[in-house]
C-alpha cells in the first residue's frame, strides 16, 4: 500500500510539474516571438512614422496586459468603490447658497412646533431641506436640544453631529435648560462640544433661544469690532485705568478725585516722591 501510494503521488507530482514547464515555455516563447516581430519590423530602414507607430503598439500591449492582470482586483472584498456626491450634500449646497442671497433663518422641518420658532419675531424663517437644525448664515449654523429630550435620548446629539460632521466654520449648540437638576448634564454637553468643535449656548427659555438666532443672523455680515474692546486715548481714559487697578478704587472714587483735587493736583501727587515720617 505504501509503494503503490507513494508511486501515485509521485506521478501526480511530476504530472503537475511538466505542465508547469510546458506554459511557461509556451508563455516565453509568446514573448520571444512578439519581440523578434518587433525588432524585425523596426530597422535601421524602416520610416520614423512606422517606429513611432510600432512603439504606441508595444505600450497599448502592455496596457492590456496590466489590465488583465490587475483587472479581478475590483472583484475582491478588498476593492471599495469612491464614494459620489450624495443628493443632500448637493441640495445643502443650493440651501447655503440660496441663504447667500437672502435675509432668512433656514429652518429644519425636524424642528415643527418647537416653541423657540415663535420667539424669532425680528427675522424672517423658513423650512427647508437642511443637515442642521437652523442656518443663521453661510458659515454659521446651530443644533437645537432640549436636556428633557436629552434625558431620555442621550445617542441623539452623537447622530446630529455625526451627520452634520466638519460642516460649517461656526456650529452652535444651543441647550434648552428645561430641568431642575441641569449641572451633570451641561457638564457632559460641555465636553462634547469642546471635542465636536462646537460653540455651546444656554437658552433657559425658548424666548431666549429665539433671541440668540435673531442676534446671530443680525450679526452675520457685521464687522468685529463692535464687540472688541475700544480703549481710550484721552488723560481721563488712561488716569481712570491706572487708578482703578486697585481693587477698592472704582470709576466713581476716581470721578471724585479728579472733581475734588484736579487732574493737575493729582499727577503731581502720583509723581512727588513719599515722605518718611520722622521718628
Not at 13 to 20: C, G, N, R
Not at 152 to 167: A, C, E, F, P, T
Not at 169 to 186: N, S
Not at 252 to 271: C, I, N, P, W
Request: aromatic content about 8%.
Amino acid at each position: 500500500m505504501e509503494n503503490s501510494n507513494g508511486n501515485s503521488v509521485t506521478s501526480d507530482s511530476a504530472a503537475k510539474s511538466l505542465e508547469t514547464n510546458e506554459i511557461s515555455s509556451a508563455h516565453s516563447n509568446s514573448v520571444n516571438s512578439i519581440s523578434s516581430c518587433v525588432r524585425k519590423e523596426i530597422s535601421d530602414e524602416t520610416p520614423g512614422a512606422v517606429i513611432v507607430q510600432e512603439h504606441l503598439n508595444v505600450e497599448q500591449r502592455a496596457r492590456s496586459s496590466f489590465a488583465e492582470a490587475f483587472g479581478g482586483l475590483q472583484k475582491s472584498k478588498f476593492y471599495e468603490q469612491p464614494l459620489a456626491p450624495t443628493v443632500e450634500a448637493e441640495a445643502l449646497t443650493t440651501d447655503t447658497k440660496k441663504l447667500a442671497r437672502g435675509n432668512s433663518i433656514l429652518v429644519n422641518p425636524r424642528q415643527r412646533g418647537n416653541p423657540t420658532l415663535k420667539n424669532v419675531r425680528n427675522t424672517p424663517w423658513e423650512f427647508s431641506d437642511i443637515v442642521p437644525d437652523y442656518i443663521m448664515g453661510r458659515t454659521t449654523c446651530a443644533l437645537f436640544l432640549s436636556l428633557r429630550y436629552h434625558q431620555l435620548h442621550s445617542d441623539y446629539i452623537h447622530m446630529r453631529l455625526r451627520k452634520l460632521g466638519g460642516q460649517y466654520e461656526l456650529r452652535v449648540l444651543l441647550i434648552l435648560v428645561d430641568i431642575k437638576d441641569p449641572h451633570h448634564y451641561i457638564k457632559e454637553l460641555a465636553k462634547i462640544a469642546i471635542l465636536t468643535d462646537c460653540t455651546l449656548v444656554l437658552a433657559w427659555s425658548p424666548e431666549e433661544a429665539g433671541r440668540y438666532l435673531e442676534t446671530y443672523k443680525a450679526f452675520e455680515n457685521k464687522p468685529p469690532d463692535m464687540i472688541m474692546e475700544r480703549t481710550e486715548r484721552n488723560y481721563i481714559a488712561q488716569l481712570t485705568d491706572c487708578l482703578t487697578v486697585v481693587k477698592k478704587v472704582n470709576k466713581t472714587d476716581v470721578q471724585t478725585l479728579l472733581s475734588t483735587f484736579g487732574a493737575k493736583r493729582l499727577y503731581e501727587m502720583v509723581h512727588e516722591p513719599f515722605l518718611k515720617k520722622k521718628k
